[in-house]
C-alpha cells in the first residue's frame, strides 16, 4: 500500500517533509495557505484552516493525517479517527502536548521527573509558590507558546502580578527558575503498532528562549544520554505518540527534568538530515505511513546545526558568501525575510565537535550580517 499522507500545515517542517516524501513515493497533501513554504514543493494544496472544515476536507482526500504545528481543531480530529480515519499523532496525543500542564500531570504519574510545579490564576496563587521556592520564578502559559512567547521570568510579586493581569485570569503553569546546565532532546520515532526509533540525545543551545544551535551527540555522561533517552522512551509509550515526538529536558544539579514536548518533528531534529543515517522527516513519514522505521545511527562522529535567524538581511541575497564556507549544508525555508524571524539553518559535520559549530556559525552569520558583497 502507498498511502497518500495529508498534512496539516505548510511551514517549514512539511517544506522539509516534501523531499524524504519524494524519495520514498508518498504521495502528500497539504492543508494550507498557497502562500506556504511548502506549497512550492507539494502540487496538492487545499487552501484552508485547520479547522473542522479544513480538517474534513483534508481526510476527504488522504489515507492518513498528520501534522506539522501543534494549532488544529482536536475535537475534529477526535471525531474523524472515531469515524474511521488515521489521525497520527492522534487527539489524545496532541491535546498533551499541546498542554504544559497536562504533560506534568500525565507524566510524572508515569515517573517522568518533573521540577516542582503548580497552577496559578492570581498574584496569590503565585506568591504562594515562592513562599515555598523563592523568586525568581518562570511563569508559563500552558497553551500556544513557543520560542519564548507565554513565558516570563518574574523576579518579585509586583512583575508577577503584571504577568496575571495581561493574561486575564488564565491558567498560569508557576516553576522555580532552574539553574540549567545544559538544554537536551531527545527524539523518538514510533509506529501505530509501538515499535520505537530513539535518536541519540542531542544538546540544544538557547538564545533569548529560541533555539539557536543543536549539537548530535550531546556532549554530555553516558549515564545523562541514557537517562534521556529512556525519557524519552518513557513518554512515547505513556502518550501514545505516532509520527516524531520531540521531548525537551533540562539538565539540573546533575538530574534530567521534562521540559516540554512536541509531537511532530522539531527544530531539535534539523540536524538529523545530514547527521543520521535517517532524518528525523523520513522517519515521521514511515511512522505515520506504518511503515518500518529507519536507522537512527549518526553518519559520522558529530554534527552541529546553527539556526539562521533573519537579522539585516534577507539570507535569499547572501547564499554564495555561506556556501563559501567548507562542507556546509545550506537549508533556506523560502519564508519571505524579517528580522528575528526563523528562515532556515545550515549543518556541518566532521570529527571535531568545535571545529564543526565554527564553521556552521560562520556559513550562519554571512547568511545574515549585512547587504550582499
Known amino acids: 500500500m502507498r498511502p497518500t499522507i495529508g498534512i496539516v500545515g505548510g511551514g517549514q517542517l512539511a517544506w522539509m517533509m516534501a523531499p524524504a516524501a519524494a524519495r520514498l513515493g508518498l504521495p502528500l497533501v497539504l492543508l494550507a495557505d498557497p502562500d506556504d513554504p511548502a506549497a512550492l514543493l507539494v502540487r496538492d494544496v487545499i487552501d484552508g484552516r485547520p479547522d473542522a472544515e479544513g480538517l474534513r476536507r483534508l481526510a476527504s482526500r488522504c489515507d492518513v493525517l498528520t501534522v506539522e504545528h501543534e494549532l488544529v481543531d482536536v475535537d475534529t480530529m477526535e471525531e474523524l479517527a472515531a469515524e474511521g480515519h488515521a ?143 529512556s525519557i524519552g522512551r ?31 518533528p522539531h527544530n531539535a531534529g534539523h540536524v538529523t538530515i545530514e547527521g543520521s543515517v535517517t532524518s528525523q522527516f523520513e522517519n515521521h513519514l514511515r511512522a505515520v505511513a506504518d511503515l518500518p522505521l529507519g536507522s537512527t545511527a549518526r553518519r559520522g562522529p558529530c554534527a552541529v546545526m546553527v539556526n539562521v535567524v533573519g537579522e539585516a538581511s534577507d539570507p535569499r541575497d547572501r547564499l554564495a558568501e555561506a556556501l563559501d564556507v567548507d562542507d556546509v549544508a545550506v537549508h533556506l525555508y523560502g519564508k519571505s525575510f524579517r528580522p528575528g524571524r526563523k528562515l532556515g539553518h545550515v549543518t556541518v559535520t566532521d570529527a571535531d565537535v568545535d571545529r564543526a559549530r565554527a564553521r556552521a556559525r560562520l556559513a550562519a552569520a554571512r547568511l545574515v550580517e549585512g547587504p550582499p558583497s
Not at 147 to 176: H, K, M, T
Request: proline share 7%.
Open 87 to 229: 489521525v497520527r499523532p492522534s487527539a489524545a496525543t496532541l491535546r498533551v502536548a499541546n498542554d504544559k500542564i497536562r504533560q506534568r500531570e500525565l507524566l510524572a504519574a508515569h515517573g517522568v521527573p518533573v521540577a516542582p510545579w503548580t497552577v496559578a490564576t492570581d498574584l496569590a496563587g503565585v506568591e504562594a509558590f515562592a513562599g515555598e521556592h523563592g523568586w525568581p520564578l518562570v511563569l508559563k502559559r500552558p497553551r500556544g507558546g513557543y520560542d519564548g512567547r507565554g513565558v516570563w521570568v518574574v523576579d518579585d510579586p509586583s512583575s508577577a502580578q503584571a504577568v496575571v493581569d495581561e493574561v486575564a485570569g488564565e491558567d498560569l503553569l508557576v516553576e522555580p527558575k532552574l539553574p540549567i546546565e545544559t538544554e537536551l532532546a531527545v527524539l523518538v520515532a514510533r509506529r501505530p503498532g509501538g515499535e520505537m526509533a530513539v535518536y541519540p540525545a542531542v544538546e540544544t543551545v538557547q538564545e533569548d528562549a529560541m533555539c539557536r544551535e543543536v549539537v548530535l551527540p550531546a556532549p554530555v555522561s553516558e549515564q545523562l544520554t541514557a537517562r534521556a533517552e
Open 234 to 264: 518513557r513518554v512515547a509509550e505513556a502518550i501514545g505518540s505516532v509520527g516524531m515526538l520531540a521531548v525537551e529536558l533540562f539538565v539540573v544539579d546533575g538530574e534530567v527534568l521534562l521540559n516540554e514536548l512536541a509531537a511532530r
